[in-house]
T-cell receptor
């Protein structure tokens, strides 16, 4: 157990809807990163939040957005869902200069 | 996009045998990390090797890094059924305040009794 929790564990949405995924980071960690993992692929970096500010973004469109709160928990929001957004969404927390990231169990999103 | 490829894509061995997985990447890196994932769940960090290191050990794990060839290998010795999982390498270019990992495509390891 890494101490990183994510909710919900599973989610089914229809195309065009919006979704919010949540992540609670490990105690003492001030950085949260989000990754998308399509079936049979490795995780792909979406974005990272450090002290409530976006601190880097991968190759994802603006309809993927996020927030980090003062307690360092985080949300991932996806608007106008597309079928290809179906994936496992992973968050990972770390301390700012720490190289190792600690992953949560993920949220599996299915878009119909 | 994925950083690179892992080889093989799938590996099936018997308990007690050694398992070797290879990872290639494309850009200059600060460090390379290996993670394990059981049944599509969260990833567990296994080992980190920095760009100025060539070999590292942790228990039954041995990792090598060849920055001239942009490649790494993970060796699991005396494998156990509990080692059955997907293994991913991830590179960190070391820019900014915290790691932003770029993952490979993964190797699915099956260890049978």
């Amino acid at each position: 157990e890494t101490g990183v929790t994510q909710s919900p564990t599973h989610l089914i949405k229809t195309r065009g809807q919006q979704v919010t995924l949540r992540c609670s980071s490990q105690s003492g960690h001030n950085t949260v990163s989000w990754y998308q993992q399509a079936l049979g692929q490795g995780p792909q970096f979406i974005f990272q939040y450090y002290r409530e500010e976006e601190n880097g973004r991968g190759n994802f469109p603006p309809r993927f957005s996020g927030l980090q709160f003062p307690n360092y928990s985080s949300e991932l929001n996806v608007n106008a869902l597309e079928l290809d957004d179906s994936a496992l969404y992973l968050c990972a927390s770390s301390w700012s200069r720490q190289e190792t990231q600690y992953f949560g169990p993920g949220t599996r999103l299915l878009v119909l | 996009s994925q950083q690179g490829e892992e080889d093989p894509q799938a590996l099936s061995i018997q308990e007690g045998e050694n398992a070797t997985m290879n990872c290639s990447y494309k850009t200059s890196i600060n460090n390379l990390q290996w993670y394990r994932q059981n049944s599509g769940r969260g990833l567990v960090h296994l080992i980190l090797i920095r760009s100025n290191e060539r070999e590292k050990h942790s228990g039954r794990l041995r990792v090598t890094l060849d920055t001239s060839k942009k490649s790494s290998s993970l060796l699991i010795t005396a494998s156990r059924a509990a080692d059955t999982a997907s293994y991913f390498c991830a590179t960190d270019e070391g820019t900014g305040t915290a790691s932003k990992l770029t993952f490979g495509t993964g190797t699915r390891l099956q260890v049978t009794l």
